[in-house]
């Protein structure tokens, strides 16, 4: 009887393993996909944000180079889950306006070639883990031409929260659908064999004398 059970317990393991192996892989490219959008969407309404405060510097620093009016920063810079914090920076990346704890890193110059690119990295201000994007712009004031590095600064709070619900929906639809396939293959593979195991027991049960 041994040989019967070990060869279904060898058919459970041949056709689970690779199972598991397929439902990871299917996860990882799944997280990784999600992530990757999360990261984008995020990224994309930093730079959005960086975008309208660069308008609005040129527009208060037509004459002379003025800070944001706070009422701009309140609106703009205001969220319900995480902190916002900007800065402003002149062309070699000294402090202007904003928070001095906002940070300016500049991109490596074959990237900046690419359309797409986004400057954004991760630091920290006041000791909270924040993603920052830096975007560059050109203003005269009386006709002298300069350029500014905006940044804009948002703890990770919601980033974090959202990373843990894609993978909440990733693993535990992949876990039922695991224990589930376990569940049909064991069922399969005891079904299928349960005829020989069923004639291994009558013939085990048979003496020597039956079988002469």
Known sequence: MKPVLSTQKLIFQWILIPMVVIILIDSSF?????DKLRQETFDKDLADTAKTLAVIFKKSSQKAIHDIDQNSISLLLTEPHDEMFYSIRDEKGQFIFGHPGVSYQ????E???????LNVYFDKVD?????????PIEHTIKKNKATY???VAETRNQRLDIQ?????WIVIPQLILLISAMILVKFAVTKG???ILFLNEKISSLSYKNLT
């Open 106 to 109: 500049a991109a490596d110059p």
């Open 149 to 151: 590095h905006i940044q």
């Open 30 to 34: 799944l997280f990784y996909q999600g």
């Open 127 to 135: 000791g909270k883990s924040v993603r920052i994007v830096s975007i």
């Open 164 to 168: 843990r619900q894609i993978i909440f």
């Open 111 to 117: 990237d900046v070639t690419d359309k797409d690119f």
């Open 193 to 195: 064999l349960s005829p």
